[in-house]
C-alpha cells in the first residue's frame, strides 16, 4: 500500500507489518492522523510494528502536530517493535536518541546513505 497526503509519505512492507513513513516540510496533525491510522492496522493485525521514519526534508512540527505526535507515542508506547530513524542531520541522530526513553522499541539511527540497511533491519525475521 502506498498513500501520499500534504508532505508525507506512507508505505507498507511485509503484509503492514514493516511501515515507512516519509516526512517533508512541518508535521501537523492531520500527517500524524494519516500515519496513525496505517499503524493502527498493522498493530490490530500483528500486534506490535516495525516503523522507519525518514526525516529527510522534515522541518519540525506545527503546535498540533507536535501535540499529535506526542499523543501517537503515549498510545504507542508498546506497538512498535523496532523504530529506525533515517536522516542526514546530526539533529535527527539525536532525535534517535531522544526517543528511546518513550517507547519500548529497538531503536536505530541511519544515514540516508544507509537507508537500504534501516529496511533490511527492520525486515529481519518478519
Do not use: N
Not at 77 to 87: K, N, S
Request: with cysteine; net charge negative; aromatic share 12%.
Amino acid at each position: 500500500m502506498s498513500l501520499e497526503t500534504h508532505d508525507i509519505q506512507v508505505q507498507t512492507w511485509a503484509d503492514g507489518k514493516v511501515v515507512e513513513v516519509s516526512i517533508c516540510g512541518k508535521l501537523t496533525q492531520e500527517d500524524c492522523e494519516t500515519f496513525t491510522a496505517i499503524i493502527d492496522e498493522g498493530v490490530e493485525k500483528f500486534g506490535q510494528i516495525r516503523l522507519l521514519f525518514d526525516c529527510v526534508g522534515f522541518d519540525g512540527w506545527t503546535l498540533d502536530g507536535l501535540l499529535g505526535d506526542t499523543k501517537f507515542g503515549l498510545q504507542h508506547y508498546r506497538a512498535i517493535f523496532r523504530l529506525a530513524v533515517v536522516g542526514d542531520k546530526a539533529w535527527e541522530k539525536a532525535f534517535a536518541t531522544f526517543c528511546k526513553p518513550f517507547t519500548k522499541a529497538d531503536v536505530q539511527y541511519f544515514d540516508i546513505a544507509d537507508i537500504e540497511l534501516a529496511r533490511a533491519w527492520l525486515k529481519e525475521g518478519t
